[in-house]
């Protein structure tokens, strides 16, 4: 059975800091690992890394894919209170299906 | 374009109850998923449809079922509803089958009394 682990469950920081989220996957026929940011409502979508693309940027967060360890880490430098949020990790396999992890919680506060 | 839409947002049903929730994507999407979501499981894949048929599913009993319409619409039933079924049910569409990025709804909250 597949299986997505994220850590830790939860974290709080302040603003300024700078957080790294794991995420450990074990999925057959493994395609992409997705990063989704869940605040009070659905889940919207951050990054996609595949094994043409283990590495992503935008803004103040990145995302790397280690496909030797099958794992990756969310990076927010410079945190600010609106990154509160659930930060989802998701592994999908070649026939699209999605295993998520449960998620880490961050709080940052002011 | 409109982005995902579920209905009804909030619903309260007692144990035994059935239950239909509806999903339309995004418009242009062929493929709807669904997910249940929890405190303690997390977000669960309940199964995804493309093209009025089902493609993928996942490991729930068959009082969850699902359906999607010529018009990519899809809605999703679960029968003999129990307490543990309360949860967050989300829905997400994205162009095409086997497609990795999903567009979310807002989802529908279902409350089990």
């Known amino acids: 059975e597949d299986k997505v682990v994220q850590s830790p469950l939860s974290l709080v920081v302040h603003e300024g800091d700078t957080v790294t989220l794991n995420c450990s996957y074990e999925?057959?026929?493994?395609?992409?690992l997705l990063w989704y940011k869940q605040e009070k409502k659905a889940p919207t979508f951050l990054f996609m890394l595949t094994s043409s693309g283990i590495e992503k940027k935008s803004g103040r967060l990145s995302s790397i894919l280690d496909k030797k360890e099958l794992s990756s880490i969310l990076n927010i430098t410079a945190t600010q209170t609106g990154d509160s949020a659930i930060y989802l990790c998701a592994g999908n396999t070649n026939a699209g299906k999605s295993t998520f992890g449960d998620g880490t919680t961050l709080t940052v506060k002011p | 374009k409109a982005g995902v839409t579920q209905t009804p947002r909030y619903l309260i049903k007692t144990r035994g109850q059935q239950v239909t929730l509806s999903c339309s994507p995004i418009?242009?999407?062929?493929?709807v998923s669904w997910y249940q979501q929890t405190p303690g499981q997390g977000l669960q894949f309940l199964f995804e449809?493309?093209?009025?048929?089902?493609?993928n599913k996942g490991n729930f009993p068959g009082r969850f079922s699902g359906r999607q319409f010529s018009n990519s619409r899809s809605e999703m039933n679960v029968s003999t509803l129990e307490l543990g079924d309360s949860a967050l049910y989300l829905c997400?569409?994205?162009?095409?089958?086997?497609?990795?990025?999903?567009?979310f709804g807002p989802g529908t909250r279902l409350t089990v009394l």
């Open positions: 999925v057959t026929n493994f395609r992409s």
């Open positions: 997400a569409s994205s162009p095409r089958t086997g497609t990795d990025t999903q567009y």
């Open positions: 418009s242009g999407h062929r493929s």
């Open positions: 449809y493309f093209s009025e048929t089902q493609r």
